[in-house]
């Protein structure tokens, strides 16, 4: 038999590839129970509240915009009563339920349950399951009215049983509402040695707004009783808002939204925004901490809050004793991008870890594809596309044998050193806001950039610009809401923005249909929408087609289509005018559409 050959050396990096999985550095969106933040602070003065026996019942709101760190300081929370027995803790998420036809309802359910799990002593748990069975028959009686006033069981029940559900029901039975809050203080009696029932409630203002107001309600009217205490986390001034849109048909203002939030929250507890010494140091902690253990890390994050109680500076120093310290790259990064962020981004610590997981992402790719530039001189590039996307693209567009000259003036202008002969002026293209970011270290003019520039022009739309920031979520919830002014200022701001960013933001609103139980207000939203930007006609008769077919498509959707006036989308108007699988009151509704515009 003859001899294999040998590997070639390139051969050889290949296999040596291949057996090494590629590394990447990214960092998690999800709450976080170790402290990165410095909100010891924050969640100290909450805990003593929630202790405080002599306040009940107790709401507190935890207030700050999105990815300021408030499902975080929820984990931070529940964890200082870990090993508390006089405290339940139960965590529950409105934008999360499944039936969001019945919010109150779920989340008295989420609760009761809750409750039932942490109990250890059978004897006990046995009776509060019994009075937790009690008080859930209240809220199916509750549901199955609300199914019927909407019609979605009238065919399925009989008629004395539909009498009997609207009966007047004595306050006191097993099928009232009216007496749940005393039914509910029973329950709580059965558990003497629980002083506290702590509900977390998250991601409140990202409900849409019925459901806030659902859970504000249930919260007020059933579940507001000793023993127990709420804690929100959410925007205050989005809730509000979804306040005020909830009850606009009662024709109460925002100064009712306002007075109805204050009645509910007794103590608005607002997060801090992250300095620039604190972003700098909550950067340094995220990056050193992906070669780190727990404990290291841990070490570290103590070692920062200690000197930032004490009030020195910078937070991410002196390190002696430490099991283990940042690198001086892992700190150099940090002072980089928090230098180099813009303002709203580097108070946010979501929109930190998504730039971070951006490089992250960029610099894996760029090291598969041989385009390797160093770290800080990747983050910089990185932040040219993120603040100067224009300038970026000037740049990117740029034949690859000007580039060179084209950076050495864009830094001169910036930077000027007088040498002779030095062309100091602003290339055609770009922006003078660049000036900083030109200024900064490291110098854009030491390194070969061609490699990466190929590379990152390559993935522009998928890079951070095309990605659906919290503000576009916002937008979106507008979109979907009750009042026709917040619509139209949404749909103008999300027109406004790139295509490919508003094409993405497009899928966000299709898939809230999961979420819904007809899909006219997403319809609505999406033909607003496509009248103000033309190109996304098509994509939106896709996503209408995709995501809101079937029985979630209404005759009001079928108006909503068939007035808008493009074309693809009142073609759905006769595709549905023949669809026998479609509700006939959709289908007719189609034909009589189609005879108004003349398109039958």
Same mark, same amino acid.
């Given at each position: ?84 027995? &006089? ?189 620039? !010494? ?73 929109? !930190? ?11 894996? !790719? ?76 490291? &110098? ?157």
């Amino acid at each position: 038999m003859g001899e294999f050959a040998r590997p070639s050396h390139r051969q050889e990096a290949r296999l040596a590839m291949a057996a090494t999985p590629p590394q990447i550095r990214l960092w998690d969106d999800n709450p976080s129970t170790l402290d990165l933040l410095g909100f010891d602070a924050v969640v100290e003065p909450i805990v003593a509240a929630v202790r405080e026996r002599n306040v009940h019942p107790l709401t507190l709101s935890v207030q700050s915009p999105w990815g300021g760190g408030k499902s975080t300081i929820l984990k931070l929370i529940e964890a200082e009563f870990e090993d508390d027995k &006089s405290c339940f803790v139960v965590s529950t998420n409105p934008w999360a339920y499944d039936d969001h036809g019945d919010v109150k309802g779920t989340l008295i359910s989420e609760i009761l349950h809750g409750i039932q799990s942490q109990i250890p002593d059978p004897g006990i748990k046995k009776k509060v399951t019994e009075k937790a069975k009690e008080l859930l028959g209240r809220v199916s009686w509750s549901r199955a009215a609300m199914a019927i006033a909407k019609g979605a069981l009238t065919f399925q029940v009989d008629p004395d049983q539909i009498a009997g559900i609207f009966e007047p029901k004595d306050p006191d039975g097993p099928e009232s509402m009216a007496g749940f809050n005393d039914a509910y203080k029973e329950l709580l009696a059965l558990i003497p040695e629980v002083e506290r029932v702590v509900v977390l409630v998250d991601d409140l203002d990202r409900c849409l707004p019925d459901a806030v107001t659902a859970t504000l309600e249930a919260i007020k009217l059933f579940l507001s009783t000793e023993k127990m205490v709420f804690v929100l986390a959410a925007d205050q001034d989005m809730v509000r808002d979804a306040i005020s849109v909830s009850l606009d048909g009662a024709r109460r203002g925002d100064v009712f939204a306002k007075r109805y939030l204050e009645k509910i929250v007794q103590l608005p507890i607002a997060l801090p925004r992250l300095s620039a !010494i604190d972003a700098e140091a909550y950067i340094g902690l995220l990056i050193a901490g992906r070669s780190m253990s727990g404990t290291e890390l841990q070490a570290l994050a103590a070692h920062v809050r200690a000197r930032r109680n004490t009030h020195q500076t910078p937070l991410l120093d002196d390190f002696d004793g430490l099991p283990a310290e940042p690198t001086e790259e892992d700190l150099s990064l940090a002072a980089q991008l928090a230098e180099g962020l813009s303002a709203d981004r580097l108070s946010n610590p979501r929109q !930190i870890k998504r730039f971070l997981n951006a490089f992250g992402v960029r610099e894996s !790719i760029a090291r598969a594809r041989g385009a390797t530039i160093p770290p800080g001189l990747m983050i910089k590039m990185l932040l040219l596309e993120e603040l100067h996307r224009s300038s970026f693209n000037t740049l990117a567009a740029a034949p690859v044998q000007e580039r060179k000259t084209l950076l050495a003036r864009w830094q001169a202008w910036a930077k000027p050193t007088g040498e002779e002969g030095e062309d100091a002026t602003l290339p055609d293209g770009i922006d003078e806001t660049t000036k900083e970011w030109a200024a900064a270290p490291p &110098s854009v003019t030491n390194e070969n950039l061609d490699p990466y520039l190929t590379l990152a022009a390559s993935l522009i739309n998928v890079s951070m610009g095309a990605q659906v920031s919290d503000e576009v979520v916002a937008l979106i919830n507008d979109l979907l809401g009750e009042s026709q002014a917040a619509r139209n200022v949404a749909a103008g701001s999300l027109s406004e923005r790139g295509e490919d960013e508003q094409l993405a933001a497009l899928d966000v609103l299709f898939a809230t249909t999961k979420r819904t139980e007809d899909a006219e207000a997403v319809v609505r939203g999406a033909v607003l929408w496509a009248g103000k930007t033309p190109a996304l006609e098509q994509a939106a008769a896709v996503g209408v087609e995709t995501h809101c077919w079937g029985g979630r498509l209404t005759p009001g959707a079928i108006v909503e289509l068939a007035n808008s006036g493009r074309a693809a989308l009142v073609g759905l108007v006769r595709r549905a005018a023949q669809d026998t699988a479609l509700h006939p009151s959709t289908q007719a509704a189609a034909r009589d559409e189609l005879e108004q515009i003349g398109g039958n």
